[in-house]
């Protein structure tokens, strides 16, 4: 059972849920964190005063399902409603501190974390997340992602998988970015409604920094709330949750010739992960794998597709993801219809539940360590990468000297390079992780360093518009060589 609920954010607490709404409105994150059958990290004093809330956290986690899912239609409302309850009934004092986000006029977005150690990152346990509701009209996700922690919190124990699962993996959750967009979504359309849009009429599909093109606009405050989330965390896969198709789409949804636009397809360094990522969603799930559910969308074979192959797409968020935050995220279409009746709600769960369950299993795929000195302190931003996987902005070890590689089972050179220290090479034979729940584990130790690499985080820019002028540059180059040689050949 659980052990203990808390919810902290960045400024101050609210205790009854009748002010909830009211006074977090100055925050533009909270965390409700979950944590099952684990021990507490909040010391002797504060844990017995959890003991005597929690029976009455119990049978009101137990009993929240009645109020937390299948309401028709789910309004914010309610789900505030629902997390509040809990809060009220099982928190009521400071415990954590939370790292800064930006302000949020709107309504607040809510995580829900769950683990044996939710509350703050374990070395070893690699950082999961689910979003949902990004465009407020899409709803499915969202229901989705509410009988999830159910489900999780309810069999742990009982079932296998789940009580792995949480064993191993830190597992975030939140149900809607776009809460406003949701509320804003009067008329329930299968197509579109304005509710795509945030409160400000932006959407936040298109509102993070591009890696190909000057994304010329206001970073909205949801969008900051993310991006400031994910670069506090060690986030190692993702799955964005939509609705409109049935199909799982894949980084780039944006592209130039140097990752092969020319051909419709623009590729990343880690193509062969994602195209396991997006078929493992795919063939889980009751129907997405055949492709062509959706009468007035194309054929997707497997039900799966390149971003930028299926639509182009400039500021989305799984290309900031790949790119910034060092995390594989894929986004899951998960509705022909954008926002269907209350009555397919549980058809819709259970098409999607084996494969929600799965694909939080790949977060265990590939390579896991940490980078050490001698004397077995961690080094923080060294680069940890895969020869021929080398990424435009290197992926590095966190500040626990930690690094996570997603890597389909096979042979690898890994390179680990410490500024002013040289590098280390080894090569492994890397099994398949999800099936053990843990990837393969190896540290690198560096005898000497030099100096402690400082901070090297990536900058936001275009950063593949240079191999764009480059890869624009050499052409005629290369089609100079290829005509003299052909006229050598003849004239020879």
């Known amino acids: ?165 949480i064993n191993s993996t830190r597992i975030h959750i939140m149900p809607s970015m776009n809460p406003d967009g949701f509320e804003a979504t009067t008329t329930h359309d299968c197509y579109y409604s304005e509710g795509r849009f945030n409160k400000n009429g932006e959407d936040l599909n298109r509102n993070f ?38 199909i799982a789409s894949y980084t780039f949804d944006n592209g130039n010739p140097a990752t092969g636009s020319l051909q419709g397809y623009s590729r990343s360094r880690d193509d062969d992960v994602f195209i396991h990522l997006a078929k493992t969603y795919s063939s889980n799930h009751a129907s997405m794998y055949k492709g062509n559910e959706c009468g007035n969308k194309p054929v997707f074979p497997y039900g799966i597709t390149n971003g930028y192959a299926w639509y182009q797409l400039q500021g989305g968020m799984q290309d900031y ?14 509705s022909c219809c954008k926002y269907p009746p209350a009555s397919q709600l549980q058809d819709f769960w259970n098409d999607n539940k084996a494969a929600l369950i799965e694909y939080i299993k790949q977060v265990h795929l590939g390579v896991k360590g940490q980078v050490l000195d001698r004397h077995g302190q961690p080094i923080p931003n060294v680069i940890v990468e895969a020869k021929g996987r080398e ?29 002013g220290s040289g590098s280390i090479l080894k090569t492994l034979l890397v099994p398949n992780g999800p099936e053990n729940f843990s990837a393969l584990k190896y540290d690198f130790v560096f005898s000497e360093i030099s100096t402690l690499a400082g901070d090297a985080s990536c900058p936001t820019k275009p950063l593949y518009q240079d191999f764009e002028s480059i890869s624009a540059a050499v052409k005629p180059t290369l089609h100079f060589l290829a005509l003299m040689t052909v006229l050598y050949t003849v004239f020879k």
């Open 321 to 334: 993801n790949y790119i910034w935050g060092q995390c594989f995220e894929i986004t899951l279409e998960l």
């Open 391 to 419: 990424h435009i902005c290197p992926y590095r070890t966190n500040q626990h000297g930690e690094y996570y590689l997603l890597l389909l089972p096979g042979s690898y050179v890994l390179n680990a390079t410490a500024p």
């Open 209 to 246: 920094p591009d890696v190909f093109n000057s994304n010329n606009v206001t970073i909205q405050p949801e969008t900051q709330a993310v991006i400031n989330w994910i670069q506090n965390e060690t986030f190692v896969l993702s799955a964005n949750l939509h609705g409109g198709a049935l």
């Open 1 to 165: 059972m659980t052990h203990f609920l808390s919810l902290f954010t960045s400024e101050k607490r609210c205790y009854s849920y009748s002010s909830v709404s009211r006074c977090l409105t100055n925050n533009s994150l909270l965390y409700f964190i979950l944590q099952v059958d684990g021990p507490t990290l909040l010391g002797v004093e504060i844990f017995c005063l959890f003991l005597r809330k929690l029976f009455s956290f119990v049978f009101l986690l137990l009993s929240s399902r009645l109020v937390c899912l299948w309401f028709p239609p789910p309004q914010m409302n309610i789900l505030d409603n629902c997390l509040g309850r809990l809060v009220k009934k099982s928190f009521s004092f400071d415990t954590l501190n939370f790292f800064s986000p930006s302000p949020l006029k709107g309504r607040d977005l809510w995580v829900l974390v769950l683990g044996r150690f939710p509350t703050q990152h374990t070395i070893g346990i690699p950082e999961f997340k689910y979003i949902a509701n990004m465009h407020g009209d899409e709803t499915v996700g969202r229901e989705l992602l509410l009988h999830l922690i159910d489900f999780l919190v309810t069999n742990d124990k009982s079932d296998p998988v789940v009580t792995r699962l």
